[in-house]
């Protein structure tokens, strides 16, 4: 069974830090691996998704790393503004499926 | 291209009856999960359809169930509430039949309370 562990549970930092969150996972045999963003009370926005034979994938201020065969993936994101603040999800798929962690919760002071 | 919707927004029920939620696919998108988020937890998979079948299953009872129609537009029934129900509950669409499985896109959730 798959299970995902995001670390840290919470961040705050001041506007303009680089930061690194990340996300490990049990079970390699995944196909890909996508990073989500979502605001209290709101549904889930797609960020950025790594296929398993990927290794990277940027989007703009974001980056994402893959790491299939430790279990691990680790979000970057430079120049941290207070719009970024949100909660930030993890979820390796499976067949058919997203498993999620619990998130890590981000707030950028100005 | 219209993204995915879910009515309603919020819905307060109370504990023993049942409910219907309403999920509208992305265009051009065969396939619908349904996933429910507890306060301050992940969402954890329901179940999801693909062409008007279920394929797939979580760890939820059967009195929850579900249907998609030929507009590939889904709903999810919740039979004999329980306080616990209590959640966001979050469908997301994506396109599938391929080698890998498609970026699943996410509606904004339907809030249920159960009292």
Same mark, same amino acid.
Request: charged content about 15%; overall charge neutral; aromatic content about 10%.
């Given at each position: 069974?798959?299970?995902?562990?995001?670390? /840290? &549970?919470?961040?705050?930092?001041?506007?303009?830090?680089?930061?690194?969150?990340n996300c490990s996972f049990t079970d390699s045999a995944i196909y890909n691996l996508?990073?989500?963003?979502?605001? #209290?009370?709101?549904?889930?926005?797609?960020?950025?998704?790594?296929?398993?034979? %990927?290794?990277?994938?940027?989007?703009?201020?974001?980056?994402?790393?893959?790491?299939?065969s430790s279990g691990r993936s680790t979000l970057y994101i430079a120049a941290s503004?207070?719009?970024?603040? &949100?909660?930030?999800?993890?979820?390796?798929?499976?067949?058919?499926?997203?498993?999620?962690?619990?998130?890590?919760?981000?707030?950028?002071?100005? | 291209?219209?993204?995915?919707?879910?009515? /309603?927004?919020?819905?307060?029920?109370?504990?023993? %009856?049942?409910?219907?939620?309403r999920c509208s696919s992305q265009s051009g998108h065969n396939t619908v999960s349904?996933?429910?988020?507890?306060?301050?937890?992940?969402? %954890?998979?329901?179940? %999801?359809?693909?062409?008007?079948?279920?394929?797939?299953?979580?760890?939820?009872? #059967?009195?929850?169930?579900?249907?998609?129609? #030929?507009?590939?537009?889904?709903?999810?029934?919740?039979?004999?509430?329980?306080?616990?129900?209590?959640?966001?509950?979050?469908? &997301?669409?994506?396109?599938?039949?391929?080698?890998? #499985?498609?970026?699943?896109?996410?509606? /904004?959730?339907?809030?249920?309370?159960?009292?």
């Amino acid at each position: 069974k798959q299970e995902v562990t995001q670390i /840290p &549970a919470a961040l705050s930092v001041p506007e303009g830090e680089n930061l690194v969150l990340n996300c490990s996972f049990t079970d390699s045999a995944i196909y890909n691996l996508q990073w989500f963003r979502q605001d #209290p009370g709101k549904g889930l926005t797609s960020l950025l998704l790594i296929q398993s034979s %990927q290794r990277e994938q940027t989007s703009g201020r974001l980056n994402a790393s893959l790491d299939k065969s430790s279990g691990r993936s680790t979000l970057y994101i430079a120049a941290s503004q207070p719009g970024d603040s &949100a909660t930030y999800l993890c979820a390796p798929t499976g067949f058919q499926k997203l498993v999620f962690g619990t998130g890590t919760r981000l707030l950028v002071s100005p | 291209e219209t993204g995915v919707t879910q009515s /309603p927004t919020h819905l307060i029920k109370t504990r023993g %009856q049942q409910v219907t939620l309403r999920c509208s696919s992305q265009s051009g998108h065969n396939t619908v999960s349904w996933y429910q988020q507890a306060l301050g937890q992940g969402p %954890q998979f329901i179940f %999801q359809y693909y062409r008007e079948e279920e394929n797939g299953r979580g760890n939820f009872p #059967p009195r929850f169930s579900g249907l998609q129609f #030929p507009n590939y537009s889904s709903e999810l029934n919740v039979n004999a509430l329980e306080l616990d129900d209590s959640a966001l509950y979050l469908c &997301a669409s994506s396109r599938e039949g391929g080698l890998l #499985p498609d970026t699943q896109y996410f509606g /904004p959730g339907t809030r249920l309370t159960v009292l």
